[in-house]
């Protein structure tokens, strides 16, 4: 069965520090995808990036960034120079592809505060 | 463009009363998914669509959940004889073929 765990439940920094939120999964299928979700107090999942299991590259998009590593079955996110606006909930999630669909297993989120 | 909505955004319902959820998908996307979000949870997946059939409804918790989505593009999600235990945000998303989800704001339903 597939799993994702994200073991921290809450962070809390300042605004302009560096925060990488962590993310652990488990599979038995050889082809996945990987997945970040941000959901702000709205409360509408937003798409980050997804990322398939033959694609280890990192990953950079403005102060996003993202790591990849299959030996230790991690996709980390992280966040540079945090800002109050990146606040919200952040949930890693796991798929495979199966007819053309994908079937997310998520994480139990991380909720990040980012202070003024 | 319009992204997925779904009405209404709010139900509040008695005990054993039944409900029904709308999602509208976002304009050609042939996967549609239903997701149900506890409070402090990530979202679980119920099931989703692959056109007009449920191609995998193995998340629905019980007979008393059923989905349909008739002509391939709006869906509702059916509650029969609801149960305090059934609150939650129920979420749609939708995607076009091997492509990323993209969610609704979600139905948050209270059971009294």
């Known amino acids: 069965a597939q799993k994702v765990t994200q073991a921290q439940t809450e962070i809390s920094v300042v605004e302009k520090e560096d925060v990488t939120l962590d993310c652990v999964y488990e599979?038995?299928?050889?082809?996945?995808?990987l997945f970040w979700y941000k959901q702000p107090p709205s409360g509408e999942l937003v798409f980050l990036i997804r990322?398939?299991?033959?694609?280890?590259q990192n990953e950079i998009s403005g102060r996003y960034s993202w790591n990849f590593q299959k030996s230790t079955s991690s996709f980390n996110f992280t966040i540079t120079a945090s800002q109050v606006v990146d606040s919200a909930v952040y949930f890693c999630?796991?798929?495979?592809?199966?007819?053309?669909?994908?079937?997310?297993?998520f994480g139990q989120g991380t909720r990040l505060t980012i202070n003024p | 463009g319009a992204g997925v909505s779904q009405t209404p955004s709010n139900k509040v319902t008695e005990k054993g009363k039944y409900v029904e959820l709308r999602c509208d998908p976002i304009?050609?996307?042939?996967?549609l998914y239903w997701y149900r979000q506890s409070l402090g949870q990530g979202p679980e997946f119920l099931i989703y669509?692959?056109?007009?059939?449920?191609?995998?409804d193995s998340g629905l918790p019980n007979d008393r959940f059923f989905a349909v989505r008739p002509e391939g593009s709006v869906s509702t999600l059916k509650i029969q004889r609801t149960e305090r235990g059934d609150s939650a945000v129920y979420l749609c998303?939708?995607?076009?073929?091997?492509?990323?989800?993209?969610f609704g704001p979600g139905t948050r339903l209270t059971v009294l």
């Open positions: 998303a939708s995607s076009s073929w091997g492509n990323e989800q993209f």
């Open positions: 599979t038995r299928d050889t082809t996945y995808y």
């Open positions: 990322r398939n299991s033959f694609d280890e």
């Open positions: 999630a796991l798929s495979d592809l199966i007819q053309g669909a994908q079937k997310l297993v």
């Open positions: 304009s050609g996307h042939t996967a």
């Open positions: 669509f692959q056109g007009t059939g449920a191609a995998d």
